[in-house]
């Protein structure tokens, strides 16, 4: 059973950064694609990164690329979102999610349909 954890989400003002992990459990964490998707309520879930199983190849949404980094390291089974220049409109309920079936292989995808796993998310609120 693979269980993915989510945490270092909070309040943060207008310009701040927080880094968001995803810790997860599994044997084989280093086969998994890793994706991260944020949903505010009444709104569908929405994809803002991925990192493939070894790094080299990562996907950003428009609203995130120059501001938020992906990257993982699979020694601590981790993934990690790095997000800095924070809006407002990055407030939501932020998930992590893994391809655990392993069918990215070496790309990535912004679709939750492709990811088996979901950790419990993480809250990041910010504030203007």
């Known amino acids: 059973q693979v269980t993915l954890v989510e945490s270092g989400g909070g309040s943060v003002q207008a310009g701040g950064s927080l880094t968001l992990s995803c810790a997860v459990s599994g044997r084989i964490f280093s086969t998994y694609t890793m994706g991260w998707f944020r949903q505010v309520p009444e709104k569908e879930r929405e994809f803002v990164a991925a990192i493939s199983w070894n790094g080299e190849t990562t996907d950003y949404t428009a609203s995130a690329k120059g501001r938020f980094t992906v990257s993982r390291d699979n020694d601590k089974s981790t993934a990690y979102l790095q997000m800095n220049n924070l809006r407002s409109e990055d407030t939501a309920d932020y998930y992590c999610?893994?391809?655990?079936?392993?069918?990215?292989?070496?790309?990535?995808?912004?679709?939750?349909?492709?990811?088996?796993?979901w950790g419990q998310g993480t809250q990041v609120t910010v504030s203007s």
């Open positions: 999610a893994a391809d655990t079936w392993a069918t990215l292989i070496e790309g990535t995808s912004p679709l939750p349909s492709d990811y088996e796993e």
